[in-house]
């Protein structure tokens, strides 16, 4: 993977559920931050923790980021259909000027 | 306007063809992105411009060529490609190199053939 692996690659849950991702990543980072990717369409940009967060909240998004460990989850509580999709996370390296996606995992909704 | 467009929405061209795909946006942002993506794999870094220079060629073939003509337009002209070049094209702006969230647009769907 480019910079880090995401697990599960899918996972598949009932409307009402609750879906949790993780990530991992290699190298020290700023920050973190999760997108959003519907079938063959563009990223849109979820939530960015920083390196100095533990636990951040945005709506029905949960993130939490452990560095000692080099790895973040995601969480999505009372899953609807409509948050079917492929989620990614990516590190910004600053210097680079540049994003690393992890390898993303696929969630399916059933409604 | 917080938007990325991309044109065509869908592009099939023969080995031998040449065209274009075109990226604007009007946030003001300074630093634009292309990105390969296969299907079900993560998005690949091709290019980056800053302040309309390129800064990264991530060792991409010759048959891709970028061009930013201004802050507002980015382009990736495309000559001889191969079957296996066939992918999502995603363009991506950020307020610059170093600023956190990217704004992706939703991306040519090339096939060649």
């Known amino acids: ?111 | 306007d917080t938007e990325v467009t991309q044109t065509p929405k869908h592009l099939v061209m023969g080995m031998t063809n040449k065209k274009s795909l075109k990226c604007e946006q009007h946030m003001g942002h300074r630093a634009m992105y292309w990105y390969k993506q296969k299907a079900k794999k993560p998005p690949e870094l091709m290019f980056v411009y800053s302040y309309e220079k390129l800064s990264i060629n991530e060792s991409v073939p010759s048959r891709f060529s970028p061009e930013c003509p201004n802050s507002s337009l980015l382009n990736l002209h495309l000559h001889a490609l191969q079957p296996e070049d066939s992918a999502l094209y995603l363009c991506a702006s950020r307020r610059t190199e170093s600023y956190n969230e990217q704004f992706f647009g939703p991306g040519t769907r090339l096939t060649v053939l």
């Not at chain 1, 063959?40 to 909240?57: A, D, Q, T």
């Not at chain 1, 910004?92 to 909704?109: I, R, W």
């Open chain 1, 1 to 111: 993977s480019q910079q880090g692996e995401e697990d599960p690659q899918a996972l598949s849950i009932q409307e009402g559920e609750n879906a949790t991702m993780n990530c991992s990543y290699k190298t020290s980072i700023n920050n973190l931050q999760w997108y959003r990717q519907n079938s063959g369409r563009g990223l849109v940009h979820l939530i960015l923790i920083r390196s100095n967060e533990r636990e951040k909240h945005s709506g029905r998004l949960r993130v939490t980021l452990d560095t000692s460990k080099k790895s973040s989850s995601l969480l999505i509580t009372a899953s609807r259909a409509a948050d079917t999709a492929s989620y990614f996370c990516a590190t910004l390296n600053t210097n680079a000027g540049k994003s690393t996606f992890g390898d993303g995992t696929t969630l399916t909704v059933k409604p």
